[in-house]
């Protein structure tokens, strides 16, 4: 009976009998899927960094790789590692296999060359394509993110500036670390981002630094104090208390006050007010019933005494 299958005479796979009686038994398609990417990259790459790939989200692949480890099929595993510092090295075959077969990588290349302003090199589309293959952030995401990277560039040196391309692989692994993989995921992070962003000018001012704008080294602290649940006027009542120990803002020393008064839940004007009284004027001193019923045993001992 003649063959019904198409060979294309592409490099081949080899799966043994019980391999695929398993993967049918178990009746779940992308964990067939998943084991086939795998031994396309001879089991050298963690299931997870093939979502690019696949173009499947975070959830769809860790199901995935769930159901192959629980037929077996792929090492057990204890707590997935975070993203590598560096990505894999793509060579110039990988990026023009992907952007032959992938409209939505070539949308997205074309996009980022718009807002760049440039044509990408092949290192440059290596960084995009470890952003979604190796990352599994999907095309979408990555956009919002390289328009994060362009915005920030512009609002720190002026219009027309632009960020470079291992500027923003860094952001993408940022992300990666904090679960950024979803377009409602990165909407999220871009809002609160943009909240803290507006609201830097009031925390300068309580510093007392003016209106311009911080120095990263200086936003770094100032986005931690927010992250905390501090706002400007409680960072006003910890520059206060700086200025009158060190006689001069020191950043250190700021932040060590805050980080004490956040580690005692104490966050509003409020709280570190009523948190910074003497025990006594809190509320720990005495009653004046309490006071005098103490005397009054006082006085009744001393007159016992004295017979």
């Given amino acids: 009976m003649p063959s019904c299958l198409v060979h294309t005479g592409d490099e081949s796979v080899t799966l043994s009998a019980a ?32 979502a690019g790939e696949l173009r499947w989200d975070r959830g769809r692949i860790e199901a995935a790789e769930t159901a192959l480890r629980e037929l ?28 032959e077969h992938s409209k939505a990588f070539q949308a997205l290349t074309r996009q980022v060359e718009v807002k760049l302003g440039k044509k990408l090199t092949t290192p440059d589309v290596g960084i995009l394509l470890g952003l979604t293959d190796y990352l599994g952030l999907p095309e979408g995401v990555v956009y919002l993110l390289v328009c994060h990277c362009v915005e920030r560039v512009q ?29 409602a995921a990165a909407d999220a992070y871009l809002r609160t981002y943009a909240q803290r962003q507006g609201a830097l000018p009031q925390y300068m001012k309580a510093l007392q630094l003016g209106d311009r704008l911080p120095a990263p080294s200086e936003e770094k602290y100032i986005l931690a104090w927010q992250e905390m649940g501090f706002g400007p006027e409680a960072v006003a009542l910890a520059y206060d208390k700086t200025v009158l120990k060190c006689h001069e803002l020191k950043w250190a020393y700021c932040n060590g006050i805050l980080k004490k008064w956040n580690e005692a839940g104490l966050h509003t004007v409020e709280e570190i007010q009523a948190g910074d009284r003497p025990a006594a004027r809190r509320g720990d001193q005495q009653s004046p019933r309490d006071t005098e019923t103490e005397m009054r045993r006082y006085m009744q001992e001393l007159h016992r005494n004295r017979r």
């Fill in 19 to 50: 391999t695929v009686k398993r993967l049918l038994d178990r009746g779940d398609g992308d964990a067939a899927l998943l084991y086939l990417a795998l031994l396309r990259r001879q089991g050298t790459v963690p299931p997870r960094s093939l």
């Fill in 155 to 183: 609002r720190r040196f002026g219009e027309g500036r632009r960020p470079g391309m291992k500027q923003i692989e860094k952001e993408g692994y940022a992300w990666a670390r904090m679960g950024i993989d979803t377009q």
């Fill in 72 to 99: 077996g099929l792929v090492a057990p595993a204890e707590t997935p590692p975070a993203p590598a510092e560096e990505r894999p090295v793509y060579q110039r075959a990988d990026v023009a296999e992907r952007l």
